[in-house]
């Protein structure tokens, strides 16, 4: 089971369109916010993902009738939480995610909001965040998180946006 795993896009139709184009087969795209806006373009455009797509509510995402926290079971009893992580104190530390996982007994923390990738597995969880893909804050090209589900286990990675060809 293969997810692509996006956040704060903040209006950059562009970069979002070319991250779901080239990962048309995957099994789930879940944004995690601040991008509601384009987000809603593209599964008007490509309306047959809209079935696979999930999305949470970020800070900038005003007025979106969207949830702050996402649930959803995963294949091989595997289970994740996602949420923008504005709400949970993520530019100072993770602890209140890793809490918010083990309340809903989640092995995967998918969250965006501090425009900075990152990539660990700590304390029985993996946690992801992929960065931005149209504005990061750490020195890095944009990019966003593919993760694979297996009967082994959970790999995350995250990638670079492609330029456009």
């Not at 455009?45 to 999930?54: E, H, K, V, Y």
């Not at 007025?63 to 091989?76: A, I």
């Not at 969880?125 to 893909?133: D, E, K």
Request: some cysteine.
């Amino acid at each position: 089971m293969r997810l692509i795993v996006l956040s704060d896009s903040h209006r950059n139709y562009d970069a979002l369109r070319r991250v779901f184009c080239r990962h048309m087969n995957a099994d789930l795209f879940i944004h995690l916010g601040d991008g509601e806006e384009e987000l809603d373009l593209l599964l008007t455009q490509f309306p047959d993902l809209s079935a696979r797509t999930w999305h949470v509510k970020g800070n900038c995402d005003y007025d979106s009738m969207s949830l702050p926290v996402l649930t959803l079971g995963l294949e091989h009893s595997h289970r994740l939480v996602a949420t923008h992580g504005h709400n949970y104190g993520v530019n100072s530390s993770l602890e209140h995610l890793k809490a918010l996982a083990r309340q809903n007994d989640a092995d995967l923390v998918l969250f965006g909001h501090t425009h900075v990738r990152c990539a660990r597995y700590e304390d029985g969880l993996y946690l992801l965040n992929p960065g931005s893909v149209s504005c990061p804050r750490d020195g890095m090209p944009p990019s966003y998180g593919i993760v694979d589900v297996t009967e082994q286990g959970i790999l995350t990675n995250i990638v670079p946006v492609t330029p456009r060809p």
